[in-house]
Structures are given as structure tokens and as C-alpha cells.
């Protein structure tokens, strides 16, 4: 139901009640909030647009490309796990890291999308 909440000239209630009813479809909500509060930290994103541009890299790899050291990047890897954006796997003693697709496609395509290539966010 529109209540009218402000003056304005025109009410374009079809426009209203169509984005009312796709909210209230959405059932990701706290997941895509999780992801974008991920994304907020600056090591972290850094992080996840290395993965996106390398496809996989281990924790030295990521040091050497960030300046940082192994044990920061480790830190910030674990947080991306543990919130289901990178996965991991062992080959010997390094362990690598790659992006969870799925759950990092809407988030980092709109943060890519304003960050790196300067277009509009996808609809």
C-alpha cells in the first residue's frame, strides 16, 4: 500500500508498487549487505580484483602484488572465506585462492563497474 509520504507534483504509483513488490521478493538481502560490507575494506577489494584479474593466486603471490605481507593478506583471505567469497585449495604446501563466482558476481561487478571502468552500474 503507497501512503503519501511527501508533496510532489506527480505520483507514479505502478513505478512504486513494482519496486515495492521486487524488494519484497528479494530474498538475498543480508547476503548481498554481508558481500558489500566485505567489499568495503580497501586490502580486501584489492584483494578480490587481483583474483578477478588472475583467476587464482596464493597468499604469497597476493603479498608480492599488495606490498604487503603474507600474514595481513592471510587475515583478509580468511575473512573472504570465511564469508563465502573465495574459496581454496592445496597443491603441496601453498594453498590457492579464487573468487565463489556466484557469490561475488552482483557485488563486485557494480564495484568494478564504478572503480575500475567508469561505466553505469548494470540494471
Avoid: F, W
Avoid at 605481507?69 to 604446501?93: C, F, M
Amino acid at each position: 500500500m503507497i501512503e503519501r509520504s511527501c508533496v510532489r507534483s506527480k505520483i507514479n504509483l505502478p513505478v512504486l508498487e513494482g519496486t515495492q513488490r521486487h524488494l519484497a521478493a528479494l530474498d538475498n538481502v543480508p547476503d548481498l549487505t554481508r558481500n558489500l560490507s566485505l567489499l568495503g575494506d580497501p586490502t580486501r577489494l584489492r584483494i578480490l580484483l587481483s583474483l578477478a584479474h588472475a583467476g587464482e593466486l596464493c597468499v604469497c603471490d597476493l603479498a608480492d602484488i599488495l606490498g604487503m605481507e603474507t600474514s595481513a593478506i592471510s587475515h583478509q583471505l580468511r575473512k573472504l572465506r570465511d564469508g563465502g567469497l573465495v574459496s581454496n585449495y592445496r597443491e603441496g604446501p601453498t594453498i590457492y585462492y579464487r573468487l565463489e563466482l556466484e557469490a561475488i558476481r552482483d557485488p563486485l561487478a557494480v564495484t568494478r563497474s564504478l572503480l575500475l571502468e567508469g561505466r553505469e552500474v548494470p540494471a
